[in-house]
Structures are given as structure tokens and as C-alpha cells.
């Protein structure tokens, strides 16, 4: 596999996701400045890591969504390549219109950083194949605008296409839509494109990977993208 | 070039209004030997008060022990360097933001961080974790809510935004806070020990450059300010706060590090207080150089500013440089490509001058090496500490029994779960957290490892105001306590003294006292002291805060393997009690919280006992035979026995206390040089045996084992509705209206 | 010369921001407050003097960054 | 009845964000934009009909939340 994480100004979890994509995918990452205006040859795997470039003035992603580098994502989306947001990279994937809906302001108005329990919606897609429909993963939040929201044709039409990915939910595998950490319209922690080759969610996997720190829930997503980007 | 014309006339009243006293000023005169132009007064104003100057307490700081196989570089740098093998170096200062953060808590707390944040990369050195230690007023004060809010919602937004985790700190109230607040924040980072960087400048007629932010009008007079007591009139001096600009921090960092690796920098040193002023008169005397700024050069964001406002602005989030010969342009490159501004804004000189140049005239022009060596420094009087009586458990009656009284303490201002301040930092970017908040000390994984840094900031207010010596010790002791509870070998200190007015002889009594407490303990546990901060005249309307003398302290874990957590880990293992209980009431948070009784002498600190059992304590982590550790510190026993069942969901039962022992003075008397200890069952003999042998006292004192507290002589209490009661405390107070 | 633009939340979307603003000016007994809602203004300085151009540029500011229109709409004002 | 509270920044202080912006507008070919500064917008409902008891709550919710006058000015403003 042959991922390109992109930094922009101010992205802060570039390093985290290039280390987890080293240590669990066994990748050696190209970082991308944002001024660029062509991927690496060869790109597979777009990263857009957490963060707050351009430290999230104007509205979380907006500026970052307008650099020349997405132009070039865009173009690698639209063939089908994969583009993960994480974070800040979700924020901007909205911003930049390739995926729907927009991220808020927390329904608490503050900062949250915690451990969530995550539902895996789908094990199906390049991202999820490690995991099993219906487990509940241990993925922390970073995030002050993590609030999901669209318009209910959009909502309806994400829910219809099986597009969320990853809901908050309780211990007891119910959705978390009061107690989650942000207030999201049906507890939704990440969506995908229509092609599924795009996927934009919240949480932090990339923290989430070694023993030595913590649970290792993370783990999957990557394993899953290697898996994915080695039978390709 | 013209040599300034002397407009306007320095008046004694604008004498005052900078902050100088009239000798001060004479002094200043004879030394120069002329009337100065209001820019040099703005200079030696800002180079002279008690934030830049410590005028008051650098006689006392002296006394402190600084040295230390593993110090590199001590006080009087940016901040403190200390060896941690393998040619790695940790770097880190504490510094305070109190005044700014009262005035306007969100921006007042987020410069805060940005500063120390920059303290800590100027040096090289990549941060890898904060901390801060902050104290409100009276929770019935109607400003405090609002203050938390803000101060806790400013230091994330600038660290979160930054980048940096926020692994640890301290929280807690008392009524003397409410006309000040404390905001000390700590910054701790990573070098190589071959690449740190420092202020003297070194090489005549080197550029000297300008970076980062635009300068504004921020914050003029603000290093003033932070000297300056509270009156009736702090409306007035509210313009002088700064905005902070996070996102332009995190870009100064990158490209300051990436243009040190290119070995570009000969010497660097962030603005701070007093800007322009201070950094560039540090980076000259500290050289042995002279120093010619041009401001022409200044990128400034508002017009017309004068030199006067240029050499006191404070604006954020801007370094000065000195670039090695020929490296001008790829330093520039390096900034440029980040959106940085550059500037050329000086030279280095053999004159030993500081000569300042505005639009064809000298403003300035000023012997470098007298403005920081002549200062004033004063031995102000002072007072001994009146010693309070020692009370004994039979002078405390209690209203509660030992189980209420339990469930009072955990659910109280100072002693609940700070889970609501901790949330709202992002205490895992990084990815090397592997200690968050809400244990005894922080421990951050150094690169990929095994090597990792424990941290902690501690003080408790309470002791230095009952007994200003021993509470020194207790800050001191307790951080080292905290390091030793996750298994580190504590290393080094920061320190950030807040006192109140220093020219009243009873608060530098306290002052002086504090600071002999830190010096024992710090010797006497081989943890010298590598960098810190004074911030002085912490009053409102006469009335000073408790003394505080905030210790950040950091330790070294030579293998993360090695590292103990204070959660109850399995049901049936006995629970061991290490270190004396006398059942020392006086000054406790028992006394204060159930008995409403401010009173007593402070428990005194027995440096060899705290040396002692805490070298035992780690011994046993070392050895892998503690399976939970736990340091014994505010509410005594009971208090540290809940919050490792809370920790751990599993309750435990505990035995009767010794003959003789008065039950609140064995449940909550605040003895130091104690930790509660588990091991697995089966290994009890041992243990205590090895005690013994090392002098160390010991005594088990319970089991783990089921869902809750069971006490022998009271009703037993569940471990799930206690941290329920622990838990919403702080989130129910801030979301109250 | 000058313009202000002012984005707002369109009426749909929900404002938690202006509901804590109307709750805590409640508790701090500002009588007389039924609702709140909370937007941006951008004080914008422009070159030149005509107001049509000058409009044209805000227009495709609005469209291209200052709104996500998803959520919010713009008004432009001159002075 | 309806008000508005417009709270920007004093001409002094910094503007990260306006700063920000102005750069991605330059970026983006967005003409003769020469600086822009970001303020709040607080559209108000108020109880009642008196426009000088309306002003009095609103300046008070000024003072006492809305701005910061170490760092903000806020203007009141009628429909
Ligand atoms: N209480 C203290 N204990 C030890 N060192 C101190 C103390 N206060 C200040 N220092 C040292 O004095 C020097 C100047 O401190 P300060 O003015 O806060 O630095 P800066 O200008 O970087 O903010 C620093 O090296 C600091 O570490
Ligand atoms: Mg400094």
C-alpha cells in the first residue's frame, strides 16, 4: 500500500496517523504539504489526519477544504481511490463536498476528549473487513465540533444506503444519541461516500494501536486497509 | 544619525506610573548618566519590575539546590534541561498567568499556555506534554464558575489547537482566590542532548532576525501589570491583555525546529513579557555582546506605532534569532514556505551598547550589560511565620460519622474527580499517553519507547499557610510522592512561587520560609530544582492569597513496563499501609471540609521517612510484586483507599484501626510519607519482612474484594454510588445556573 | 471601501450555542430575553469605490468560503 | 421585538481568524479583498414593545456576557 497523509497548517495528528499506518499496516506514508498540487505516483490511500488547520478559524476544515492538494484528492476519489478523514480530515471532507452533511459545535458547547464505545455498521468495506458487523470498538473522540448533522432528505438517504459506519453506543450496543460525546443526529460517528471508498469519522483510531498505551481497537481499520490495498 | 530629542520630559509622575520607585530611577540616571528618552524609561521599566527583575526574590531563589548529575542547564534559560540517557533531554519550566487570566480567563489562560509552550521549544526541544496547576475562589463566589469555564476552555483551545497533550494538573478553590485566580501552566518537551539551543548570542555582526507574529499594541505595560497589585481600578489596566494565536504558535514551532535541524540558529530566545525588549537586551548581555535594532525592520499589524510601543508590545507568538553566518536565506525560505513573517530587524556589536533605531533617530542607546546585572535586588524584611498549634485528635469533634464524612470529602470542592476540567484537553494526541489524568502523575511514553516521563504538579495551599516551612517540604515531598507511586525515579523540579505582596513583611516571611522548605526537601531527595517562575503580588484590596508554591515535578521510567497504577486490580489481595500514622488532624482537609475548622499546625514532612518508604515503594513496582500503589496525600487514608476502589470498580474490606487510635485521626489524618500499597495475596510475609529489614513501617490493614467500601465499625458504602457522588460533583456545580 | 457580512444559521438548523447564551443571561436575571441566535459578521475592508464590483467580490467570498450554505445564509451590507 | 447585537474585536487587538481568512481569499482569487476582521452577530427576541427598556436589557446582556470589553465593543442595533 502506498498511503499520502496530507498536511495542512496547523494539522497536529499527522504523525499519529503515519505511525499507526507504519506499525500496523507495515506502510511507509509520503506526508503531502497542503501547497502541493499532485499526489505521489502510485497513491492508494489519501489521509487527511486530525488536527485543526488553520486552526479551525472561519468554520473547522473550511480553509484547508480550499487547498490546492484537494483538488488532486477530489480527482482520486472520483476514480475510486480511498480517502480517510479522521478528525479534522472528516471536518474538511464535508467542507470540500465529498461527503454530505457539516460538523458543529459540540451539543455541550465544549472540547471532549474520551474513550467511546463505536458500533461497526458494516464489515463489508476496506476500512471495516478485520472488524464484524455489529462490534463495539473502544476508539477515543478529540474534538470541540464533532456534531453531526444534515437534512433529513440527506439523513434518510445515508441511513437507506447503509453509508454510516461507525455510531456511538451505549455498553449495551444501543445507539448513543443523548449520552454521546456530541450531540450527532443518530449517533453517528462516521459516514462513507456512495462508492464507500470515502470515509470521514471522528474518533481517533490511530491512538488507539498499541498495548504499551492502551486498547488496541484501532488496530482493525488498519489492518482492514492493508488487507484491502494488498488484494487490489 | 541624530541622537533623540528628549520629548516628552521625564517627570517623576511618569516615573511612578512605570512602575519605578524614585531611587530605582536615580540609580538608572547615574548610571547612564543623563536623562533618559521615554523609550529607554519603557526599557528599564520593563527590565526592572519584579516579573523580569525577580528583585524581590532572587536572593531567596539562590539559596535553592540546582545541580545534579543529570542537570544540563539550571535556572536563567528558558527553561530547565536534564539528562535522561541515551543522549535524550527533557526540557520544561512552569510559568504563571494569573493576573491576565482574572481580566479575561479564556485568552489570559490560553497565552499562558502559548508561552510556556515557547519557553520550551526555544531551547530545541519538541513538547510533549502540559500540565497546570490552577485555584479559583470560593465556589459560592459568584465569579468563579465563570472563571473555571473560561480558564479550562482556554488552556485547550491553545493546546489542543497546538497540538501538545494535557496530561495532568491540579485544581482547587479556597475564598483567598477570589480577587486572584492562579493559572500556572507547565510545559514539558524533548531534545537531543547535543542540540539544545540557548540565548546568548555569540559572533559580531551577525543578523539578528525577527519571527512569527506581526507586532501590535498588545499587552503594553502588561509585564507591568503582572508586577502590578490589584485595585478598584483594574478596569483600567484590562486593555493590556493579549489574544493568543495558536494556530500561528504551532507553526512557529515546526519551522523553528525544522530551521534548527538545518543548523541555521547560533542563538534564539521567544518574546515574552516586556517582548522585543527583554529578549533581545538576554540574547546581547548573555553574549557579552552589544545589540543594534533597527525597528524600520519590525513587521508591525498596526500603523504608526512608535518605538516606544514597539520595544513593549507583547504581542504573541514571535522569536528572535541570531542566524549563523550565510544561513539567512534558507531560514528565511523555511519560514516563508510556514507563512511566517522574517525580518532582519538587527546586528550583533562589540560595543556592549543597546542602541535602539526609530525613522532616523536613536531611540535608545543603553550599556547592555547594566540593565539586567544592575537591577535592583532587594532583601526585603520579613517576619518568621507565627507557629499554630499542633492539635491532637481529641480536640476535633466530627458531626459525620467516619463513612458520611467519607462521603462529604470525595464529593467536595477540592477532592471530586476533575474528569469535567480534564475532558476538555486532549489528553491523547501523540499518541504516548499512557497515564491520562485523574492518577497520581502523568507518564508519557518518550518516542517509541521503552523509556517514558512521569509528571505532576502539586502544592497544598493549605499547609503553606498554616506552617509556610513544612509546607514547602509537603509541595516538594508530594510530587515526589506522586512520581514514586507510578514507579519513577523523580529528577528534577519546576517551581512557580505565587505570593502576595512582597513588600509586607508576614507574606516574604511566608515567601521565605516556602522557599527554605523547597530548598530542604529538594536536597534531601536529590530533586534540584532546573527552572521556575515568581509571581508576586497576588492581592486584592489588601487581602493576599494562601501561599503557593506549585511544584511540577518529573521523573524517569526506564522501562514503561515498570509503570504501577493506583486502580484496585484483583479481588482478595491484601492491602498494605507503608509509612507512620500518627493521625495528624491539624491543618487537614478533614478538619476543613467536615469540621469547617481552618486550624493548626501542617503535618511536618520527615524527609529521611519520605526518602525511605518511597525507595521501598518503588522497589516493590520495580520488582513486580505491587499489583496497585497509591500515595496517601489530601483526606488521609480512607480518601486514597476510595479512589483506588473507584478507580478499580471493586471494594475492599478493611480491618479496625491499632488500639489506641482515634478513628477520624486513622481514617483521615493526613500523615506524610505514606502509600497505600496491594500485592498478591501469598506475598504479604515477604513484603512486610522486607520492610523491616529497611525500616520502613508497615501494616496491612485490608482486603480487595466486592462491590463495596465495608468499614468495621460503620455502615458499609457502595463503590458505584460514591464515585457517582465523586463524579457529578464538578459537572453538576458548572452546569447549575 | 467597507462592507459587512453577516452569516447566520438558517432557521431550520438548530442554534445550541444561542440556547446556552438565552439560558445563561436567564440566571443572570437580564430581564426581557425570549430568544437568542448567534452568527458571524465579517467587517470587510475592499480596494476601489464601486459598489458593484465590490458586491461581485463578497458574493463569491460568501459562495466560495465565509458560508457553508449547507447550514447557514450570508447578507451583504454596505455602509 | 426583534434587535441585534453586533460584538467585534477593538481595533487593537489581533484577529487570528480575520487574519486566516483574508490569506484563504487572497488564495482562492477572491479580487480586492484587502482585510477582513470577525466579529459575533446576537439576533435577540425581546419581550414587550419599549425600545429603551429593550436597549437596557440588551446592554446589560452585553456587559455582563456577550462581550468582553477587555478585548471586544459591541453595538446595539434596531430593525
Ligand atoms: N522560583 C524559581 N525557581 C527557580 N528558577 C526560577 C524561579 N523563578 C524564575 N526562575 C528562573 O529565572 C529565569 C527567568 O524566568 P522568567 O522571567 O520566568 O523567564 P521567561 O523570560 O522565559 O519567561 C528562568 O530561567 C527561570 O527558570
Ligand atoms: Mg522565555
Given amino acids: 500500500m502506498k498511503p499520502a497523509v496530507i498536511l495542512f497548517p496547523g494539522s497536529n495528528r499527522e504523525r499519529d496517523a503515519a505511525r499507526a499506518l507504519k506499525l500496523v499496516a507495515g506502510a511507509k506514508p509520503n506526508i503531502v504539504w497542503h501547497a502541493e498540487h499532485e499526489l505521489p505516483a502510485g497513491t492508494d490511500l489519501v489521509v487527511l489526519p486530525g488536527g485543526f488547520s488553520y486552526g479551525d478559524y472561519l468554520r473547522c476544515g473550511a480553509i484547508a477544504a480550499r487547498a490546492n492538494i484537494m483538488t488532486a484528492v477530489r480527482a482520486h476519489a472520483a476514480k475510486g481511490g480511498l480517502v480517510l478523514g479522521i478528525c479534522n480530515g472528516f471536518q474538511i471532507l464535508c467542507e470540500a463536498g465529498l461527503l454530505p452533511g457539516v460538523l458543529v459545535r459540540n451539543a455541550r458547547l465544549r472540547f471532549v476528549c474520551r474513550e467511546v464505545l463505536l458500533r461497526v455498521e458494516r464489515a463489508d468495506t476496506a476500512y471495516t473487513k478485520a472488524y464484524r458487523k455489529g462490534d463495539l470498538i473502544r476508539i477515543p473522540v478529540a474534538h470541540g465540533e464533532g456534531n453531526y448533522t444534515a437534512d433529513d432528505a440527506t439523513i434518510a438517504q445515508l441511513e437507506h444506503e447503509g453509508r454510516v459506519a461507525f455510531r456511538y453506543a451505549r455498553a449495551d450496543g444501543q445507539i448513543d444519541e443523548t449520552d454521546g460525546p456530541n450531540g450527532s443526529i443518530n449517533g453517528i460517528a462516521g459516514i462513507y461516500s456512495e462508492k464507500f471508498n470515502v470515509l470521514g469519522m471522528m474518533p481517533h483510531p490511530e491512538d488507539y494501536i498499541e498495548p504499551e498505551i492502551g486498547p488496541t481497537d484501532g488496530r482493525g481499520l488498519f489492518e482492514s486497509l492493508a488487507g484491502a490495498l494488498k488484494a487490489a | 544619525m541624530t541622537l533623540l530629542p528628549n520629548t516628552p520630559r521625564i517627570t517623576p509622575e511618569l516615573v511612578a506610573e512605570h512602575g519605578l520607585k524614585p531611587e530605582e530611577y536615580d540609580h538608572f540616571v547615574k548610571l547612564i548618566g543623563r536623562e533618559p528618552s521615554i523609550t529607554e524609561l519603557g526599557i528599564v521599566s520593563a527590565m526592572w519590575n519584579e516579573h523580569c527583575s525577580y528583585k524581590s526574590s532572587k536572593a531567596w531563589l539562590r539559596t535553592l539546590p540546582t545541580t545534579g548529575p543529570r542537570v544540563i542547564q539550571g535556572p536563567g534559560e528558558n527553561a530547565g534541561v536534564v539528562d535522561i540517557g541515551d543522549g535524550q533531554a527533557v526540557v520544561f519550566k512552569m510559568e504563571s498567568h494569573n493576573h491576565p487570566s482574572f481580566i479575561e480567563p479564556y485568552q489570559g489562560a490560553g497565552t499562558g499556555v502559548g508561552g510556556i509552550l515557547r519557553d520550551v521549544f526555544t531551547m530545541g526541544a519538541r513538547p510533549i506534554a502540559a500540565l497546570n496547576l490552577l485555584r479559583f475562589g470560593d465556589c459560592h463566589n459568584t465569579r468563579t464558575r465563570r472563571l473555571l469555564a473560561g480558564v479550562v476552555a482556554g488552556i485547550g483551545g491553545y493546546g489542543n489547537s497546538f497540538g501538545v497533550p494535557t496530561v495532568g494538573g491540579s485544581v482547587g478553590f479556597h475564598k483567598r482566590y477570589n480577587g486572584n485566580i492562579l493559572v500556572n501552566a507547565m510545559a514539558v518537551g524533548l531534545a537531543n542532548t547535543n542540540e539544545i539551543f540557548y540565548a546568548a548570542a555569540t559572533g559580531v555582526g551577525r543578523a539578528i532576525v525577527y519571527l512569527g507574529s506581526k507586532t501590535g499594541r498588545d499587552g503594553i505595560h502588561g509585564a507591568t501589570m503582572a508586577s502590578a497589585e490589584f485595585g478598584a481600578d483594574a478596569e483600567e489596566k484590562r486593555p493590556t491583555v493579549q489574544v493568543g494565536d495558536p494556530f500561528a504558535e504551532k507553526l512557529l514551532l515546526e519551522a523553528c525546529l525544522e530551521i534548527m535541524q538545518k543548523g541555521c540558529v547560533v542563538a534564539i530566545q521567544d518574546m515574552g513579557a516586556a517582548g522585543l525588549t527583554c529578549s533581545a537586551v538576554e540574547m546581547g548581555a548573555k553574549g557579552d555582546l552589544g545589540v543594534e535594532l533597527d525597528l524600520d525592520a519590525v513587521p508591525c499589524r498596526e500603523t504608526g506605532m512608535s518605538a516606544y510601543e514597539m520595544m513593549l508590545s507583547e504581542s504573541q507568538e514571535r522569536m528572535l534569532m541570531v542566524i549563523a553566518d550565510g544561513k539567512e536565506e534558507e531560514a528565511e525560505a523555511i519560514f516563508k514556505k510556514w507563512g511566517l513573517d522574517f525580518a532582519i530587524v538587527g546586528r550583533t556589536t562589540d560595543t556592549l551598547r543597546f542602541v535602539v533605531k526609530h525613522k532616523g533617530l536613536v531611540e535608545a542607546d543603553l550599556p547592555i550589560k547594566e540593565l539586567g546585572d544592575e537591577a535592583p535586588e532587594y532583601r526585603r524584611p520579613y517576619v518568621e511565620p507565627a507557629e499554630r498549634p499542633v492539635i491532637k485528635p481529641e480536640d476535633v469533634r466530627s458531626p459525620l460519622s467516619v463513612a458520611d464524612a467519607l462521603e462529604r470529602l470525595i464529593a467536595s470542592p477540592d477532592l471530586c474527580s476533575k474528569r469535567w476540567v480534564w475532558e476538555q484537553y486532549d489528553h491523547l494526541i501523540l499518541g504516548n499517553t499512557v497515564q491520562r489524568p485523574g492518577g497520581d502523575a502523568a507518564v508519557v511514553r518518550v518516542e517509541d519507547g521503552p523509556k517514558a516521563l512521569a509528571m505532576t504538579t502539586d502544592v497544598t495551599p493549605r499547609y503553606c499557610e498554616a506552617g509556610p516551612f513544612e509546607g514547602g517540604k509537603q509541595a516538594v515531598a508530594e510530587a515526589w510522592r506522586n512520581l514514586t507511586a507510578v514507579g519513577a525515579t523523580p529528577i528534577a523540579v519546576t517551581d512557580n512561587l505565587n505570593f502576595g505582596n512582597p513588600e509586607k513583611p508576614e507574606i516574604m516571611g511566608q515567601f521565605v520560609a516556602c522557599v527554605k522548605g523547597i530548598g530542604a526537601a529538594c536536597e534531601a531527595l536529590d530533586f534540584p530544582v532546573v527552572s521556575g517562575n515568581v509571581s508576586l503580588y497576588n492581592e486584592t484590596n489588601g487581602q493576599g492569597i494562601l501561599p503557593t508554591p506549585s511544584i511540577g515535578g518529573v521523573g524517569l521510567i526506564d522501562n514503561l513496563a515498570e509503570t504501577m497504577t493506583l486502580d484496585f486490580k484483583a479481588s482478595g489481595e491484601p492491602i498494605l499501609l507503608i509509612g507512620k500514622t500518627e493521625g495528624w488532624l491539624g491543618a487537614s482537609s478533614f478538619l476543613a471540609t467536615v469540621c469547617e475548622r481552618e486550624e493548626g499546625a501542617p503535618p511536618p514532612v520527615d524527609l529521611v521517612a519520605e526518602k525511605r518508604n518511597g525507595d521501598f515503594v518503588r522497589a516493590l513496582i520495580r520488582d513486580g510484586i505491587a499489583t496497585a500503589v497509591h500515595d496517601i496525600s489530601d483526606g488521609g487514608l480512607l480518601v486514597a483507599l476510595a479512589e483506588m476502589a473507584m478507580a478499580g470498580h471493586l471494594g475492599a474490606s478493611l480491618e479496625a484501626p491499632p488500639e489506641g487510635m482515634d478513628a477520624n485521626a486513622w481514617w483521615f489524618g493526613e500523615d506524610q510519607a505514606r502509600y497505600v500499597v496491594t500485592v498478591p495475596s501469598g506475598q504479604t510475609a515477604e513484603v512486610v519482612r522486607h520492610a523491616q529489614a529497611a525500616g520502613v513501617p508497615v501494616a496491612k490493614i485490608g482486603k480487595t474484594g466486592g462491590d463495596r467500601l465495608i468499614l468495621p465499625e460503620d455502615r458499609s458504602i457502595m463503590v458505584e454510588a460514591l464515585r457517582d457522588r465523586h463524579e457529578t460533583w464538578l459537572p453538576i456545580y458548572m452546569g447549575a445556573s | ?79
Avoid: H, W
Avoid at chain 3, 447564551?21 to 475592508?45: P, Y
Fill in chain 3, 1 to 79: 471601501m467597507k462592507a459587512r457580512v453577516i452569516v447566520t444559521l438558517k432557521s431550520a438548523v438548530l442554534d445550541p450555542q444561542g440556547k446556552a447564551i438565552e439560558g445563561a443571561l436567564r440566571s443572570l436575571g437580564v430581564n426581557g430575553v425570549q430568544s437568542v441566535r448567534q452568527g458571524k459578521v465579517f467587517d470587510v475592508e475592499l480596494a476601489g469605490n464601486d459598489q458593484a464590483t465590490a458586491e461581485a467580490a463578497l458574493k463569491e467570498a460568501c459562495e466560495k468560503l465565509l458560508a457553508n450554505t449547507v447550514i447557514e445564509t450570508y447578507r451583504i451590507e454596505f455602509a
